[in-house]
């Protein structure tokens, strides 16, 4: 009885672990850097190159922190979004191009819009490493304070802005400095 026993229940854990997965959300992937202040960066401005912008410029503010870039087909599909997100004032947007050209950087604007405050070029792409971006489209949220609230990992969908975006832009403008 006994040797039957240990199989049945190892059976019936691997079955809870495995239905479990179930349920997951497929699109989350944990980021360590949240609840944890942004890490460092300097930057060049995309309009101004010989100007950067820095973590430090982004304190006092409520911010979008959107990487993307010009190659990038869900990029293109997020920006409709990204319009609309810029239309209501609500919040600071700044985008960070990834691995791009000024001319693909330029094209894309012209071809879908410009919803960002300011671009930013991250040519190498390591300070895209240092955030821990696994692809683009990436979106982090950050607060007054320069701690990370959110990330968002993928196309920003028009659901997942009235549904989650939105609510914490508000939520995190209504916090103290």
């Not at 019936?12 to 497929?26: D, M, Q, S, T, Y």
């Not at 410029?57 to 997100?85: I, Y």
């Not at 405050?117 to 792409?125: A, Q």
């Amino acid at each position: 009885m006994k040797k039957f026993l240990i199989p049945v229940a190892l059976f019936i854990a691997i079955g809870v672990a495995l239905g479990r997965g179930l349920f997951l959300n497929p699109t989350y992937i944990p980021s360590p850097l949240i609840g944890k202040p942004m890490p460092a960066f300097s930057l060049p401005l995309a309009a101004t190159p010989n100007v950067d912008l820095t973590n430090a410029d982004l304190k006092g503010h409520v911010t979008l922190l959107n990487v993307f870039a010009s190659w990038c087909v869900s990029c293109k599909q997020e920006m409709p979004n990204l319009m609309r997100l810029h239309a209501l004032h609500l919040v600071r947007l700044v985008g960070v191009d990834y691995k791009d050209t000024p001319q693909g950087l330029h094209h894309y604007l012209d071809a879908f819009g410009d919803p960002y405050s300011m671009i930013v070029t991250d040519k190498r792409g390591m300070t895209a490493i240092n955030w821990g971006i696994y692809g683009v489209p990436e979106t982090f949220v950050v607060n007054k304070q320069g701690i990370i609230a959110y990330k968002f990992v993928g196309p920003i969908s028009y659901r997942k802005l009235h549904a989650k975006l939105i609510p914490m832009v508000k939520r995190l403008e209504a916090q103290p400095a």
